[in-house]
């Protein structure tokens, strides 16, 4: 026999013996057989209270401070059931600053957090209107005064100060806001900015535990307020 024939022959052999066993293989395989679909994080508990609130929050900076954030629940399921009804855990009222996203520092998903930012979360009626909602309206037993290291609004306004000047625009609005924090501040040992940011954040507490939404709740002990400090370099959240 001719080799390339026998080359040829052998070939086919072969060819024919993987076709085959493919078809062997295939057939092993249910017809109904589907990809198995990505598996979400599993679902919480309900937050029973403020200080569960406050751990979930807590455990969740922990995380994310230690770089082992989990999944964010946001896909397909979650917006499907979050569109019924919200249902927030937490209220976070920050500062606008962009290196203090609340849902990626408490490593939470979507329709955890109840979030009102401003500069220096300095409180107007909008703002005051919109805390007061959800306490009323959506029963949040958490609020949470969030100020940060190195704030911006709180470095302008002490320069401002400083300099007997005034801020341009509504600007000025915020420098008026922020104005008695620094003023305490003024009375402290350590770093002058640092000491209004936190001075800040407890004004801003006890400022809210006035109005008379809230201090209905806490007297009933349907809410909690408290003040927390975050840092931008550790990403740890310190509660004041």
């Not at 107007?124 to 959506?138: C, I, P, Q, R």
């Amino acid at each position: 026999m001719p080799i390339l024939s026998h080359l040829s022959r052998r070939n086919f052999l072969q060819t024919s013996g993987l076709v085959a066993l493919g078809a062997s293989l295939a057939a092993c395989v249910p017809i109904s057989a589907k990809p198995m679909a990505a598996v979400g994080p599993a679902p919480e508990a309900a937050v029973a209270d403020a200080d569960g609130a406050l751990a979930r929050l807590m455990e969740g900076n922990q995380r994310y401070a230690a770089n082992k954030s989990i999944d964010i629940d946001e896909g397909e399921s979650r917006r499907i059931e979050v569109a019924k009804a919200q249902h927030p855990f937490a209220t976070i009222f920050s500062c606008v600053d962009s290196r203090v996203p609340p849902e990626l520092v408490f490593d939470r998903g979507l329709g955890d957090l109840f979030v009102i930012r401003t500069a220096g979360h300095v409180i107007d009626n909008a703002v005051l209107g919109s805390l007061e909602f959800g306490v009323a309206e959506l029963n949040i037993p958490l609020l949470m005064v969030l100020g940060h290291e190195k704030c911006g609004a709180v470095k302008a306004t002490i320069e401002t100060l400083e300099s007997h000047g005034k801020a341009p625009a509504h600007i000025e609005a915020l420098v008026e806001g922020i104005t008695p924090a620094v003023e305490q501040a003024k009375t402290k040992a350590g770093d002058l900015l640092d000491n209004a940011v936190r001075e800040n954040v407890t004004l801003i507490v006890a400022q809210l535990q006035k109005s008379e939404i809230m201090a209905e709740a806490i007297a009933k002990g349907a809410l909690k307020i408290v003040g927390g400090r975050y840092d931008l370099d550790s990403g740890v959240v310190e509660m004041l």
